[in-house]
């Protein structure tokens, strides 16, 4: 079974900085797609950013993008010019690419945002 | 605006009641998905449906129920039997097929409190 592990359970970051949110996943598949969702403190889970894996190039929005390694199984997530807005948790999810409907999410990593 | 509605958005239950939590949603989508969140936690996925009157069961689907008699409408049921109800529901849509990029749009939740 795929599991995703999120190893930094709060963060914070300086308005305006830059940080990176950390990512890992373990499968024995070779197509898949990832994910990074953001829940701010309104609850309502929102999509950030998405990843195929067979494509080698990082996603990239507007000032969130990824360092997709897959070798590694890494999947770590930049903000840049941070926001207050930015304030919430980030959760890194994995799905096949094999006709699985199912999303598995990481534990989540608390962002907060410093003024 | 197109979206998913949640209802109740906080609800209290007394031990060995059982209690319905309400999702419609007027995105035309055909998936639909119940997911827990619990503090610490990520997402664990309950139940979903690809097609009316047809779900099947996600990874804790123990103690609770669920009936998509409608497109629009997916309802779950936290029974008595379910051991440790207080938690965060998230319900969750999306188009067919419903795996590989495919994205999935979540309702603002329910908090469920057993008393």
């Known amino acids: 079974a795929q599991t995703v592990t999120q190893s930094q359970p709060e963060m914070s970051v300086q308005e305006a900085e830059t940080v990176t949110l950390s990512c890992t996943y373990d499968t024995s598949e070779s197509d898949y797609y990832l994910f990074w969702y953001k829940q701010p403190p309104s609850r309502q889970m929102i999509l950030v950013i998405r990843?195929?894996?067979?494509?080698?190039q990082n996603a990239t929005e507007n000032r969130f993008s990824v360092n997709f390694q897959k070798a590694a199984k890494s999947f770590s997530l930049k903000i840049s010019d941070s926001q207050l807005g930015d304030a919430a948790m980030y959760f890194c999810?994995?799905?096949?690419?094999?006709?699985?409907?199912?999303?598995?999410f990481g534990k989540g990593t608390k962002l907060t945002v410093n003024p | 605006d197109g979206g998913i509605t949640q209802s109740p958005k906080y609800l209290f239950r007394k031990e060995g009641q059982n209690v319905t939590l309400s999702c419609e949603q007027n995105?035309?989508?055909?998936?639909m998905y119940w997911y827990r969140q619990d503090p610490g936690q990520g997402l664990r996925l309950i139940y979903y449906?690809?097609?009316?009157?047809?779900?099947q069961k996600g990874d804790i689907a123990e103690g609770y129920s669920v009936s998509r008699e409608k497109k629009e409408s997916f309802p779950l049921t936290v029974t008595s039997a379910q051991k440790n109800p207080t938690a965060f529901y998230l319900c969750?849509?999306?188009?067919?097929?419903?795996?590989?990029?495919?994205?999935?749009?979540f309702g603002a939740g329910s908090r469920l409190t057993v008393l």
């Open positions: 995105l035309n989508h055909d998936a």
């Open positions: 999810a994995y799905r096949s690419a094999y006709g699985s409907e199912k999303l598995v």
């Open positions: 990843q195929e894996a067979y494509k080698q």
């Open positions: 449906s690809q097609i009316v009157n047809d779900f």
């Open positions: 969750a849509s999306s188009t067919l097929p419903a795996s590989g990029a495919n994205v999935l749009t």
